[in-house]
């Protein structure tokens, strides 16, 4: 399961060792908008959602295809045996990589 908790912005762009500017722009947010979220402003949940793919979960948007979510819908409905199968084995190479990287 991806992780769905969002820390503050500001935490998470400090991170990362961007700028304003440079973080919200990859989420299609201006920077003074993204100064406000930073400063408490409620934050719709598709900018939530935008930023945890984009920051969280490091997905590069610009490689996702529609093609992309309709294979995965496609095996999920029916292999759901062989999209289980590979999505353990998916999380268990992530797994193995992040552990790799901090030692």
Do not use: C
């Amino acid at each position: 399961m991806l992780n769905t908790t969002i820390e503050n912005p500001r935490e998470i762009r400090a991170k990362l060792g961007l700028n304003q500017q440079e973080f919200w722009s990859r989420i299609g947010v201006t920077q003074s908008g993204g100064s406000r979220y930073e400063s408490g402003r409620n934050m719709p949940k598709p900018v939530r959602e935008l930023l945890r793919l984009v920051h969280v979960e490091q997905i590069d948007l610009a490689a996702v295809r529609r093609e992309d979510f309709e294979i995965t819908a496609y095996l999920k409905d029916t292999h759901p045996d062989l999209y289980e199968s590979l999505r353990k084995a998916m999380k268990a190479g992530t797994d193995t990589q992040a552990q790799g990287e901090a030692a």
